[in-house]
């Protein structure tokens, strides 16, 4: 599957996406290669600052904490404790992600 049909250009140009929405499109994606998604439902009743998204296929994991284009867009402090410390860890993945890198998620997602 290529890139082009997974994510219309014009879309990576014009994402002014929320959270949400962006959420959606990358779990979409993530779908599409067939990776297993998990999203805490109520983040509210877990530890602050857990990555958005669990990403999970063939030994590959990855954390992916996503900031909407419509917010701020900057990681709180318990988020950045979150990132910090599994970018420390051996054979784990974990990014920030933002609308304006939809091109590289694809590319990510791909491998």
């Not at 404790?81 to 590319?107: F, H, R």
Request: hydrophobic share 40%.
């Amino acid at each position: 599957m290529t890139t082009e049909e997974l994510v219309d250009p014009a879309m990576l140009i014009d994402a002014k996406w929320s959270e949400k929405e962006f959420q959606a499109e990358v779990i979409k994606l993530a779908k599409e290669f067939h990776y297993l998604c998990y999203h805490t439902y109520r983040s509210d009743r877990s530890a602050a600052g857990f990555p958005d998204l669990v990403l999970v296929r063939s030994g590959r994991v990855i954390f992916a904490e996503l900031k909407g284009e419509k917010s701020r867009g900057k990681l709180s402090p318990a988020q950045e404790v979150w990132i910090g410390a599994l970018k420390n860890c051996s054979g784990v993945e974990t990014y920030v992600w933002w609308p304006k890198d939809m091109q590289d998620i694809v590319e990510i997602l791909g491998r």
